[in-house]
C-alpha cells in the first residue's frame, strides 16, 4: 500500500484516519513512526493555523508530503470553548477523562436546548515542493449529560449525534468517518486527494 504520514501523535486521531485513508488504499504513519522525537509547538490562534504548523514542521523535517489534523470541541453555551485548546481543556497532562469531567461540571446547570456543539477539524497538506492547502470539517451535535460508549477517543462519549442518534462513541470507526468533522473534511479533498499526495 501507498504510504501517509500524518503528524500527529494522537493514537485516536491515527485510528480515525486509518479508518479513513485505508479504503483509499494508504497506510497511515504517525509521529511515533517517523519522528518520534518531534515536540511541534501549537502556537496558532485558529485551528487552521495549528494544522499548517504541525504539517510543515514535519515535512520540511521529512523532505516529504505530511497532513496534519488540528481538532476540537466548541461548545456554544461557553462561547466556543475548549475549541483550539481542546486537548489541554483541564490541564497540562492532555487527559480526555478530565476533560469531560471539566465540561459536564461547567454545563451542570445548562439544559437543551442549549447544549449545542460541534466538532471541527482543519487539516492541512504539507509539501516541500507544492503549495500548503487547508480544508475544514465539521460535525453538529449536542453535549450529553453522562458518558456513553467506549469506541473514539476524546470528548466522543459525551458527544451526541442527533443524526444517527447515538454518542459518537457508539459508532464504529467507519460508522464515526461517515459523519465526523475529520471525515468531512476528508471528503472535501477527495476528488484531487491522489493529486495532492503525490509528490510531483
Ligand atoms: O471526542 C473527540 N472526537 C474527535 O474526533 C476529536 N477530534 C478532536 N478532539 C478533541 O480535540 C483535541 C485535538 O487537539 P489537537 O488537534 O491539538 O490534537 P492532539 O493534541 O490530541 O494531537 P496532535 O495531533 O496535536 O498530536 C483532541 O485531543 C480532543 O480533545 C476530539 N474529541
Ligand atoms: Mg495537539
Redesign the pocket.
Known amino acids: 500500500m501507498k504510504k501517509i504520514i500524518?503528524?500527529?501523535?494522537?493514537k485516536?486521531?491515527a485510528k480515525?484516519f486509518e479508518a479513513l485513508f485505508n479504503p483509499l488504499g494508504y497506510d497511515v504513519l504517525t509521529?511515533h513512526d517517523v519522528a518520534e522525537e518531534m515536540d511541534?509547538e501549537?502556537t496558532g490562534i485558529t485551528?487552521e493555523e495549528?494544522?499548517l504548523l504541525?504539517a510543515t514542521a514535519l515535512a520540511n523535517h521529512l523532505q516529504t508530503i505530511v497532513i496534519?489534523?488540528?481538532?476540537?470541541?466548541e461548545i456554544d453555551a461557553l462561547d466556543g470553548r475548549?475549541g483550539?485548546y481542546?486537548?489541554?481543556?483541564a490541564g497540562e497532562e492532555?487527559s480526555?477523562d478530565a476533560?469531560i469531567d471539566k465540561v459536564l461540571e461547567e454545563l451542570e446547570n445548562v439544559e437543551e436546548p442549549n447544549r449545542t456543539a460541534r466538532?471541527v477539524?482543519a487539516i492541512a497538506i504539507a509539501s516541500p515542493t507544492q503549495k500548503t492547502i487547508t480544508v475544514r470539517g465539521t460535525c453538529e451535535g449536542v453535549i450529553a449529560k453522562e458518558r456513553r460508549g467506549n469506541n473514539?477517543?476524546?470528548?466522543?462519549?459525551i458527544?451526541y449525534v442527533p443524526s444517527e442518534n447515538k454518542m459518537?462513541?457508539e459508532l464504529s470507526a467507519d460508522e464515526?468517518g461517515a459523519i465526523?468533522?475529520?471525515g468531512n473534511a476528508i471528503k472535501k479533498l477527495s476528488a484531487n486527494l491522489a493529486e495532492l499526495l503525490s509528490d510531483k
Open positions: 500524518i503528524a500527529t501523535k494522537n485516536g486521531k480515525d509521529l511541534i501549537e485551528f495549528n494544522a504541525k496534519a489534523d488540528d481538532s476540537g470541541l475548549p483550539i481542546s486537548a489541554r481543556y492532555k480526555d476533560n466538532f477539524c473514539g477517543f476524546g470528548y466522543d462519549p458527544f459518537m462513541a464515526k465526523s468533522h475529520r
